[in-house]
């Protein structure tokens, strides 16, 4: 049992989504083969984000921004300085899995029962949000392809998330040839962002078994010692002397447990900007969810406006004005009344985080 063998499905998704990261303590390298495959997806992930970087320059609006081409960019970039990261403490990682490798190779039974006993749980629901998450991308992305029985030339704003692939009007060809580009891409970031975080999940679940296993074993150390107790006669119980083979595993059992906070310390280190980054990221997707939500709020009656309401009679206009004061109202989604997911939440939240990222990078 190690590092490699104890999750299958993070070797898989570490294999199909091209990440690479380290999976052995001596930093084997992998195959030219995969090495080519992860730069062939690198080039489309590259292309998809220029030419969505074009498309919200070309098209400059506001609409532009609630694109989902706006997430998809987002995920590029964090996907890409998660990897990165990882990728300049590689030295840090393989220590980190000699480190685990050699918890786990000398391990009883009752370590492997308590490892598998915590990963076991999460791979079916990892699976099926891998399998069920990128069907979804792909057929989303898909969907603008049924354009193609409509029209003959595209713009920018006919893909799912605008892009820019030629000066628009463009052909067919290019539309079907961006639309693809665009659906390798979503779904390889989307792969990326899972493998990513099946990786670290699997440290973090294999640190948590350790402890467990500290908690098992040291229960069991004592209600052994008490069983052994109460087959002794009076005077060996007033004159009590500690078991030598009970504390023999007790030593033992406390040099497991200074190992295991050694390699806790290590996977802080490797791990602290890394969370600190996705905890930024989820609080920006969930604020461009709400403003979205609240743009579209506030924009019932605008087209209606500029329709001639004023021409009905009174009745109908006092109902139209009531609409426009309803709609003025604050809408937001949160459950806490001082705090709002806004731009102005998201600045104050990534100061804060920049500031804890420093602090632990220092």
């Known amino acids: 049992m190690d590092f490699q063998n104890v999750n299958l499905l993070n070797v ?13 303590s001596d930093g084997s390298s992998f195959h030219i083969a995969l090495k080519i495959y992860t730069t062939v997806i690198w080039i489309i992930e590259l ?28 995920l590029s970039v964090e996907v890409f300085i998660l990897l990165t990261r990882m990728y300049r403490n590689r030295d840090l990682a393989s220590q980190l899995i000699q480190k685990l490798n050699s918890i786990l190779r000398s391990g009883d039974e009752t370590m492997k029962n308590i ?31 049924i354009l193609i029985l409509k029209k003959k030339s595209f713009l920018y704003e006919d893909f799912g998330m605008m892009a820019a692939f030629s000066k628009q009007p463009f052909s067919t060809e290019i ?14 970031i989307f792969l990326k962002k ?21 908690a098992v074993k040291l229960a069991t150390i004592f209600h052994c010692s008490t069983s052994q107790n109460e ?18 595993k007790l030593r033992k059992l406390c040099l497991h447990h200074n190992t295991i906070i050694l390699t806790t310390l290590m996977l802080k280190k490797f791990l602290s900007f890394n969370m600190s980054l996705i905890y930024l990221n989820n609080i920006f997707l969930f604020c461009f969810v709400d403003v979205i939500f609240i743009n579209a709020s506030k924009e019932i009656t605008d087209k209606a406006f500029h329709e001639k309401w004023y021409e009905f009679g009174p009745s109908l206009k006092y109902i139209f004005r009531m609409i426009m004061v309803s ?17 102005p ?6 100061l804060i985080v920049i500031m804890i990222s420093s602090s632990i990078l220092d």
């Open 345 to 350: 939440s998201f600045l104050s939240v990534r």
């Open 115 to 145: 490892v598998h006993s915590i990963l076991k749980p999460l791979e079916i629901p990892l699976e099926f949000y891998c399998i069920a998450g990128t069907g979804s991308v792909i057929v989303w992305c898909s969907m603008p392809l």
């Open 194 to 214: 899972v493998s990513l975080n099946v990786y670290m999940i699997n440290l973090v679940l294999l640190l948590t078994a350790q402890y467990r296993y500290i």
């Open 12 to 24: 898989r998704l570490n294999m199909i989504s091209g990440n690479l990261l380290p999976m052995t």
């Open 327 to 343: 709609n003025n109202l604050k809408t937001k989604l949160s459950i806490s009344e001082k705090f709002s997911l806004s731009l």
């Open 175 to 188: 539309f079907v040839l961006g639309n693809l580009i665009e659906t390798i891409a979503s779904a390889f």
């Open 231 to 248: 087959d002794r006669d009076e005077f060996q119980k007033e004159n009590y002397s500690i078991d030598l083979s009970m504390e023999k």
């Open 47 to 74: 292309i998809q984000s220029c030419a969505t970087i074009c498309g919200f320059v070309l098209v400059a609006n506001r609409e532009t921004l609630q694109n989902a081409g706006t997430v998809s960019v987002v």
